[in-house]
């Protein structure tokens, strides 16, 4: 589903990468769990 997704979106070419938050310490009040496709550009390490 997530390549599905990046090709749709143009981003597939290069990669992305799928980010999960979840819970207090990726600061969220209400717990649920969401995911980030990021990509079209470089990104750092560390992230952030």
Do not use: C, T
Not at 14 to 24: A, H, T
Request: proline fraction near 4%; glycine fraction near 14%.
């Amino acid at each position: 589903v997530a390549m599905e997704i990046a090709e749709k979106e143009k981003i597939s070419e290069d990669g992305f990468r799928l980010v999960i938050n979840y819970g207090k310490s990726a600061g969220q009040e209400i717990q649920h769990i969401h995911i980030h496709m990021l990509g079209g550009r470089s990104f750092g390490w560390p992230p952030g």
